[in-house]
């Protein structure tokens, strides 16, 4: 179900993405999927093929889907660090008050889409 909610929230922001920058139809979406959410990438790609009947303008679309590093910046020291795994600390330091920067979202990366100029 998680990932449903996710394909559901990725195909809104293609949708919107599109409409304003006026494009007929969207070709290709390259998304950042963060390790955080551990998405089941089948099921996502599932959703997303299930539920785009609903945006006409997703309808032909590629999603690539591409894992997105977790990183923290460190509150002692300040440093940005990628991390590999659960227990996160920060990789100058060592110090395990950190906030996660990156990796605990969908994100849209960029978009091919095509305008009809006529
Ligand atoms: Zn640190």
Do not use: N
């Not at 999927?33 to 945006?55: K, M």
């Not at 002692?76 to 330091?93: D, I, K, N, P, S």
């Not at 969908?106 to 305008?115: A, G, I, S, Y």
Request: with cysteine; proline share 1%; net charge negative.
């Amino acid at each position: 179900m998680h990932e449903m909610a996710l394909a559901e929230e990725l195909l809104k922001i293609s949708d919107e993405a599109a409409a304003s920058a006026g494009a007929e139809e969207v070709l290709r979406v390259g998304v950042g999927v963060g390790w955080l959410l551990q998405v089941e990438r089948q099921s996502l790609a599932f959703y997303l093929e299930a539920l785009r009947r609903d945006y006409p303008r997703l309808e032909h679309a590629v999603f690539e889907l591409d894992e997105e590093a977790v990183r923290v910046r460190c509150r002692v020291c300040g440093e940005e660090t990628e991390q590999a795994g659960w227990g996160f600390a920060c990789g100058a330091c060592g110090d395990r008050d950190v906030e996660v920067v990156a990796g605990d979202r969908l994100e849209v990366r960029d978009m091919e889409v095509r305008t009809d100029d006529v």
